[in-house]
């Protein structure tokens, strides 16, 4: 158990719908990080978020879009749906002290 | 796109013996992690080695670090069943953003 929370576990939605996906990071981690994972693929790192503003992001469109909240919970979200969005998105909260990052159970983002 | 390659991509071994699994990369890093994800789960954190450290263990896992040619590996001894999964590497600049490898598939038979 990492204390980290992801919200659904499973989603199905159609092209051009958007989606929003939600995280709780462990106690007293002000960093979140989100990653996507498609099949047979390592994660890519889409953002980060420290004490709620963006501070580093990966190669993706703006449509990929974040928040993080005075709580440091944060949330994904992702419009205009594309097929190639199908994966499982991870979402990960830093150790400061360790640098270690642990990562959520993620969600099944399914594109139909 | 990923920082470096995984060797080999798929293992399979012999419930007792000994699973080797190499990581390369291209780029400096403040640290390199090791994960182990089962069956497309979470990700779960096995170790961390910092760019300054040549080795590192923690229970039957053993890890290296060589910066000179941008490699580590991860070496799990006396393995058991229930060591099947993915392995990943990822490396960690400064501010945090970690770089996935493309993962080692590792088959345990008992």
């Known amino acids: 158990e990492t204390g980290v929370t992801q919200s659904p576990t499973h989603l199905i939605k159609t092209r051009g719908q958007q989606v929003t996906l939600r995280c709780s990071s462990q106690s007293g981690h002000n960093t979140v990080s989100w990653y996507q994972q498609a099949l047979g693929q390592g994660p890519q790192f889409i953002f980060q978020y420290y004490r709620e503003e963006e501070n580093g992001r990966g190669n993706f469109p703006p449509r990929f879009s974040g928040l993080q909240f005075p709580n440091y919970s944060s949330e994904l979200n992702v419009n205009a749906l594309e097929l190639d969005d199908s994966a499982l998105y991870l979402c990960?909260?830093?150790?400061?002290?360790?640098?270690?990052?642990?990562f959520g159970p993620g969600t099944r983002l399914t594109v139909l | 796109s990923q920082q470096g390659e995984e060797d080999p991509q798929a293992l399979s071994i012999q419930e007792g013996e000994n699973a080797t699994m190499n990581c390369s990369y291209k780029?400096?890093?403040?640290?390199l992690q090791w994960y182990r994800q089962n069956s497309g789960r979470g990700l779960v954190h096995l170790i961390l080695?910092?760019?300054?450290?040549r080795e590192k263990h923690s229970g039957r896992l053993r890890v290296t670090l060589d910066t000179s040619k941008k490699s580590s590996s991860l070496l799990i001894t006396a393995s058991r069943a229930a060591d099947t999964a993915s392995y990943f590497c990822?490396?960690?600049?400064?501010?945090?953003?970690?770089?996935f490898g493309q993962g080692t598939e590792l088959s345990v038979k008992p």
């Open positions: 990822a490396t960690a600049n400064q501010g945090g953003k970690l770089i």
């Open positions: 780029t400096s890093i403040n640290n």
């Open positions: 080695i910092r760019s300054n450290e």
């Open positions: 990960a909260s830093r150790d400061f002290i360790t640098d270690t990052q642990y």
